[in-house]
């Protein structure tokens, strides 16, 4: 399992491994934490004292000196796999849930009629509405959005990004997360 790291504030930076968030532990660069350590890292034995050095890793690490998020103010990268989570594998215009493979990302209003690749002009579609749908306006095709599309926030791209997630780092993202984000749903 990977930790959430966050800078002082609370805002997620990134996923890291229990091994760099060792080292953050080591050099004194953690100022808080949030939940039960979740692993412990062994070290050599210590000369004078007999005893093996180990630095409990918790879930969620606030770092010291971190600089605040740029990808707060950011849009979230567009992937395949961010689009397919936040619209819970159902099809936007049948409605139906579809494993990975067959589905596709569509564009509301087709790249080749000006529409551009983004969070609010992409849907989740099977792939037989999507070529269905061809290079025309939803209106065109007689085919109606059963949802529209949003942009997700920090705290939704870091639960989109497909990770497994502990309990303690899901409650503290999903705090965050608007009340009419589907991944409440």
Not at 47 to 59: A, D, M, N
Not at 143 to 162: A, C, K, T
Request: a positive charge.
């Amino acid at each position: 399992m990977d930790v959430l790291q966050l800078d002082v504030s609370g805002r997620p930076q990134a996923w890291i491994t229990p091994r760099d968030a060792a080292v953050l532990y080591a050099s004194d660069g953690v100022a808080w934490t949030i939940g039960r350590a979740c692993h412990v890292l062994r070290g050599g034995v210590q000369r004078t004292t007999g005893l093996q050095s180990r630095i409990e890793v918790h879930p969620i690490i606030a770092v010291r000196g971190a600089v605040p998020s740029r990808a707060w103010r950011q849009t979230p990268a567009l992937t395949n796999p961010k689009l397919f989570a936040r619209d819970r594998h159902l099809c936007a215009y049948c409605g139906g849930r579809f494993a990975f493979d067959l589905l596709t990302r569509e564009h509301i209003v087709p790249v080749s009629r000006g529409g551009r690749d983004t969070w609010m002009n992409c849907i989740t579609a099977c792939r037989a509405c999507n070529g269905r749908k061809g290079n025309r306006m939803p209106e065109e095709a007689h085919m109606s959005l059963l949802y529209l599309p949003y942009v997700p926030n920090l705290h939704e791209d870091m639960i989109l990004r497909g990770r497994r997630i502990l309990t303690d780092q899901m409650d503290f993202l999903l705090a965050c997360v608007p009340r009419t984000s589907r991944l409440l749903a």
